[in-house]
């Protein structure tokens, strides 16, 4: 396959007749991908990417991974059962005692599983619904910057003001609280007390509060541990459901398994998708502690919920949790991204960057409007997909694959560094 | 194979320490599946199973159809990209060229394609979203007995109360008025434009209406092509935005690939979900008509919106509609679907039958409450899955794979005669 | 005093330089009032008008009533408790023993009496969330064409797509159901009854049913009592609470004190307002059965609960239903406008009229648009103060004070005779 | 008239067999007032009370004003209009004048008059539905602690958790932020700002911001003019519509006519109920900057907003604005209070007291959970009204109509004192 240098237009008119003006990365990324190996894509054209998005996350164990694509084909080539609604099937049994003994038991976790349909947002939509169930209690607290989802029950917790006005109608039931670091002069968890404990806010006692540890989607913006604990404190003494939206922090993106293993916090509910699905598919699950699972038969259902090819390759995707070398390895990686990042932004004062986040799942902010996708531009076009984050997209993210060596590693990151000088002169023309 | 007479007791201890209580399914056929082809299922003990619920609509081909299959292990063979968020790729392309080539151009029919995430609550909350945006109005009617969905948008146009229920919050911006032969005292049409017409009826000017031409949760209630005739011309005449959902009777399921060509109508925007996916893979799209198409990019997003495994099933189901051959064998076996059930009415005139439906979307009511409930598990003991509809679990429905041969259907019909039979006896005992 | 005929030019300056836009009665009938006694009012030229208007039902019993008068003077000259918040005065202690003996004790009543605030927004108000609390339900149906008032809760409750509006957010929890005789072709019983018991129709089992007897603002749209008795009967079968808003068609509009007395129904709550403060002054009572009032103390107030003018005025006015004359003499008069009306209407085929209503509370409507408005002001013009109801404006209204006398009434009928010819004459030019 | 000193056990009982559970004050204060004057009350059995109530703030002028009562006697013996809608009348054709002559043009305000029905909630409903429809948006912010009525429209800007579960359904369309020194560590303005111009902060642009300047039920809390300037700027950079809700804290209550006088400040618009109606009647209105007044004629309505009586004594109360001679005494006897408070507080530390707010709206907290109630408790006893405040009814107000003389003051506060050690004697039994 040949290199990105050489620019030959991609004819994308197909995309343009037919398909909704909603499509978004086909414009950031203006060709047809072909396949895919690893951290690596290629177009139509053989040109080749790094892949430094790696499917908002869906991709830890990055593309076509061969040790799940050989059980995907085994389980294709013998007619295993593919679809399944919820009933049971050998797969999702696996799948089940898998999870069990790779992730909860080791971990001294004791949740019910619950597959909630096929996406984040089921996930999300889930949990809210069985906290408002188990509580009795409608309002949910969520924070600013957050990002559970598109659908009404998930986009009424999501911070972002474009994705909520596409909603069409008002979204209720949520309160948004400042999250960590919000602001130097405002103490989030002070207030986040105060108003439950004073009956005059105007917040009344919510069924839960849901966040995310590192908030993908909002900008990289990262929550403390001793934040996080107070958080879960806080939850318990007014016996609040306290709900982490993993989906995207989750399945080692930030080292550990669980991105709030750090702070030693135990969630009442945990929401996972992205990454659990192995390879991509779509495939998304529920944890919940087992006191809470008070679930009429049916009450949340969906077609999609028996999806056995990601019972299939989540399930493979496990073994790499079976020992913390996988963790490691992330943590190390991640703290080259750091250096480099900073290092970047210690070269460019001017920019007024901030470099966040935690294993590999960072990012590096500008102050200037429109620099961080000036950024993103010009690493396509030197072969790296980039995305950026936050309500002004204003973060440049690095979230390689986990499994990325450090070759490509090496390489994403030296294109990342042109890419911010080439932004720079562009912006200075 | 062996049979399916012997009762072998099946191990579901997994499940039922490590699945949440809100399973379903696996409590109406307890065992275990493993295999699948075609109309045919097989539990981990061998026993064969003929599948007259085609995983709720999902698997209109039949399971793990060999042509799509072939297609799905070369894609991963090849290392073709298998999760592209909503990138350009090569299987995006050649689904969306297909899908203009053999479903809409020899139907005349113009829609841009929205990839709105995988599953039927996508598209519907899509849809909701977009025509609230077009019109700048709020409330979207839907009918009694409709299902469009779990997530909070979707829900709140759907009619079960138990479902409702769950959402554990108040389910806004919907009015649900009377589907087609809804009471014999009630002209449900009159009553829609009398409301729409009456500056005093405290129903406001809806964004769309939203309807099935088929309810098939709700009971197998079948809307007269007069009526959607009329329901269409009512939207014209308000300028209301005309949904169909088509996630279950669309795909062939009632004999033409939309269920609304029969009638004529021109919806605004049409969901699919369930069997576009080709393989029971998680797909949906949302059909727009190109003036509507007014999103702004990444107004509505998802990560699993590029489900290339999906692509390329649904790409190869495409090939079952080069010609209407399917269509008339649908209809063939529908008709004889519907002379076998009225035939079993007329033999039990004391159950209080009703007999519904269009294509291989049927079903039989049954006044006795739970009646339907133990045909359908006399049906799983005898080797026939099937499942009830209806808000009060009142019909059986018989949903085979539409690729059934006439052995499949006969044989099924067979099961099910003999399993009114037993469940009668006992009742009666 | 002079007669009405001159037309003199009033000056309105002062209200159009500093009134809000948001004026209407004072458009309609663009003069300066200065003095008024029974059923008649005087403007600053000294020109008469009969009052046909009463109030909008507030002076059931004549402006300025002579018995109730006096009381009211007597009581500010011996500076008696004014204005009391919610404690106790010998002012509500007198009016709650009179109420007490004059009105629920002869009819075997047994409601408590709660004291919501002035205003019939405040009634229905506290009906409903008292309905709320005590069912811990939250949906409330109430009927096409009802109007309840202007606050939000009210406002919900409430048909007229005008006033809706002006909310300026989504009414929620409220269904609206086809009110008595809404069209030919739609049973509204079969349908309210349909939509409680099926389980899909996406209605929620409802807190409460509020309704009118005679609906005034909606266009005098009269309940038969044997829809009201059977949605009496649904209420009872569901468990549902009874909500019957008195605060126009109470207070012997429609001949006996409750308008619902002909249809011996027993509400769980009655809404009163308008007429029961005697004298035009702002009060509103709720009336409660004593196993719903289930209130905390303070859970609902206001600052004027204890407005003691008006306790006092309310206590005289009672004083007029010790005897069932002013019943008779309201149903007497009833039928003599209804005669007038059903003359008029015959005379006037080509007008498509419709008589309605009840005692003295009757209508006219016009099929031509702006006809009834046209009327009322030929009406004006010749000294007859009349206002239209309906959605449209529709209907023109006969609501005089209840103690009108037979020349008043006589001659009032007679103006509206003309005006209705003077209309039709404008209309041909 | 006797002294209060001797206990006679005043009969209940009517009350208690017929008057709703949700009475309150008459539970604080069980006895049965008779007469009234100024700032005294009399029981039916001679007992004299001084009030520092002052009917919640809607007896500025204090009971039965002599100079208004005879107006009121006057207007009613010459058979002038009482009840009018909103017809124009005389009587409120000089109120209208009049607020223009002493209120509106000595202060350079340019306000349309709106007469929204007699209640503070009126007012309030309608300030905020003219906000949302002049902004076309929907989201109201309001304060921590706030108060502004009981309709749903009210309660949904309402801070107090009991008032607000009245509601019996779910509160929209209102964001709750911390008011003026809601907490040392959180600077409530940054935070305000900051949600406004944070893209992903969850809380949508508001139609309007609502408050008091000093919240009379939250707790005598006052905001400091420096944050009422700012709070108006932030308004003003957001095109976001400031409403000063002065039911309470304006008509003199502070000092000024207005509260915000002090505070340089110009709303949007300004709610006026309570003391607007002189003598303790039922009345409000809602002034209205005039490029706002963008309402439909009778877009919102209601019966009882042509209170005649109401505006013959508002116009006559208007006399006390004349000069500022009033506003200097109103100051004169605040800092009298204050120092009593102040002088009271430092005698007792161990109560943890905390004296606020302005003018003679004046207020002394108490930590001990019970104790302010116990304090009033014994206040009445010893003959003196008043009443505590705060969502925890920590606070003890002191709010004498702004007539009463320094005699009574005295007396009051002398009694007050009392009260406080009673109180503590009773809690260290």
């Known amino acids: 396959m040949t290199s990105t240098t050489e620019k030959t237009v991609t004819d994308m008119s197909v995309f343009e007749a037919l398909e909704s003006e909603v499509r978004s990365y086909c414009r950031s990324f203006p060709t047809i991908f072909d396949k895919a190996r690893g951290y690596k894509l290629w177009d139509t054209q053989g040109r080749e990417f790094i892949d430094f998005f790696a499917g908002a996350g869906a991709l830890n164990y990055g593309h076509n991974n061969s040790r799940i694509k050989s059980k995907l084909i085994d389980y294709l080539t013998d007619d295993h059962v593919v679809h399944s609604l919820d009933m049971a099937t050998v797969a999702k049994e696996s799948f089940l005692k898998r999870f069990q003994d790779v992730i909860l038991s080791p971990r001294g976790m004791d949740y019910k599983v619950m597959f909630p349909g096929p996406t984040g947002a089921n996930t999300v939509e889930s949990a809210l619904k069985l906290a408002r169930k188990v509580t009795g209690r409608q309002t949910v607290i969520s924070f600013t910057k957050a990002f559970h989802g598109m659908t009404l029950g998930a986009l009424a917790v999501t911070g972002n003001a474009f994705k909520r006005k ?86 080692g993106r930030t080292g550990p398994f669980f991105s709030f293993e750090e702070a030693g916090i135990q969630p009442d509910m945990v929401c996972l998708s992205k990454s659990i699905g192995g390879y991509g598919l779509p495939f998304a699950i529920t944890l919940i502690k087992p ?99 936050g309500p002004d997209s204003e973060v440049a993210k690095v979230m390689p694959p986990l499994t990325i060596d450090d070759e490509g590693l090496d390489k994403g990151l030296s294109i990342l560094e042109e890419s911010i000088q080439a932004a720079k002169q562009s912006s200075t023309q």
């Not at 913006?221 to 934040?227: D, I, L, M, Q, R």
């Not at 990686?333 to 986040?357: C, F, I, N, S, Y």
């Open 166 to 251: 596409g909603a069409g109608v008002p979204l209720h039931h949520a309160v948004s609280m400042p999250y960590d670091q919000y602001h130097e002069n405002v103490d989030s968890l002070t207030l986040l007390e105060r108003y439950l404990e004073d009956d005059g806010s105007g917040v009344d006692l919510p069924a839960a509060i849901i966040l995310e540890t590192v908030q993908g989607e909002g900008g990289i913006n990262v929550a403390g541990s001793e934040w996080l604990k107070q958080v879960e404190q806080i939850c318990r003494r007014w016996d609040i459901l306290l709900i982490v939206d993993d989906v995207q922090a989750g399945c």
């Open 291 to 389: 006191e809470l699972d008070q679930w009429a038969p049916g009450e949340h259902n969906g077609t999609f919920r028996g999806h056995n090819l990601a019972f299939v390759a989540a399930t493979e995707a496990l073994s790499y949790w079976e020992t913390d070398e996988l963790t490691q390895d992330i943590l190390r990686k991640g703290e080259k991204v750091r250096l480099a990042l900073e290092e970047m932004a210690a070269k460019h004062p001017e920019l007024q960057t901030d470099v966040r986040g935690r294993g590999l799942m960072q990012g590096i902010s500008f102050a200037s409007e429109g620099f961080a996708d000036r950024v993103c531009q010009a690493a396509f076009q030197r072969g790296l997909i980039m995305e950026t984050s």
